[in-house]
């Protein structure tokens, strides 16, 4: 018989997709002109996903979307709801727990409000632990994986409501940026993450995640933090793609021996690096900007020493390796 400390444990697999960013209208380019985007083929691309995890074996058991999920142009057409609507109906139909992440389309679509209270706001779900009105939250995915969700958007000025703390002091913040339009990052060096589709992260949610990760330390449960903005320079393609205080996120994440990697979109090329304390970061890209024919999503499975993910199209393939190595049913 197996003693407690080395009974098996069920091992997770789990679906990773985004920046699907989905909106019912022609293809076009990006803000610079630069990069084709295929807002209806979006869709059909997460479909494939979809179809993908309902058969694959082991079947997943749980999905995480790292926000973006509509498009901020259906604002304009006054289609958020429909859009919504329309990328959550396949999701629903896989019939397994999606765990969400707010990007910064979302914030252009909804307000704050109304974020909290939808089906985006997995801080709400029964097993996610997190903060009274706060979109960032914790869960076990098994006794030997936790998943940490961060609100890059707690601190920004298009996630917050005017006159809030949070919103003064990402308008402070943005004073950084020479610029007139602050959407602009031009003549900024490394500081072209000043920028106002980016955000980050309150002291308050600061010393909540440490405070997540201790506990994970104690209990000698390998942890994986998602957030929708990376937060590792060399895990981006472009400077102006990352977290507003992004060495203070790696501060107290470094410190830490339970964090095995950090997962994030909102750069659409994808890239990733580890950082000098072997955390693996890992920015996949936009579902958005991946032409028909070809699909951006991967497919995590725990092993008792690493965890696998398989990608699809531009997805690659990554191996993570776990802090505490453990049985795997």
Partial sequence: MSSPST?????????????????????????????????????????????????????????????????????????????????????????????????????????????????????????????????????????????????????????????????????????RNPNADKNQPHGMGTDRRFVEFNGGLTSGQLEWLEQVLLEADSNRENVIVIGHIPIFPEACVDYSSLCWNYEDILRVIDRHSC????????????????????????TFPAVLETEPGSNAFGTATMYCDRIEIVGQGRVQNYSIKLRYPTLIL
Wanted: net charge negative.
């Fill in 7 to 175: 009974k098996p444990l069920p091992a997770p697999t789990f679906g990773i997709i985004t920046d699907i960013q989905y909106a019912d209208i022609d293809d076009s380019y990006n803000f610079q002109g630069t990069r084709q985007r295929y807002y209806r083929n979006s869709l059909n691309l997460l479909k494939n996903a979809v179809n993908y995890w309902r058969d694959c074996q082991p079947k997943v058991d749980f999905v995480l979307q790292l926000g973006d999920i509509i498009d901020g142009k259906n604002k304009k057409d006054d289609a958020s709801r429909t859009a919504l609507m329309a990328v959550m109906a396949p999701l629903a139909s896989l019939r397994k727990s999606v765990y969400h992440v707010i990007g910064n389309h979302e914030c252009y679509n909804f307000s704050q409000d109304f974020l909290l209270k939808s089906a985006l706001n997995s801080a709400a779900r029964v097993n996610c632990k997190g903060v009274a009105g706060k979109a960032f939250y914790t869960f076990l995915a098994s006794p030997a994986l936790r998943i940490v969700a961060l609100d890059c958007y707690d601190l920004s000025v298009i996630g917050t409501p005017e006159n809030t703390p949070e919103h003064d002091e990402a308008k402070r913040i943005l004073e």
């Fill in 259 to 282: 964090v095995s990697a950090y997962m994030a979109g909102h750069d659409h090329d994808g890239a990733s690096a580890a950082d000098s304390e072997g955390i693996l970061h890992i």
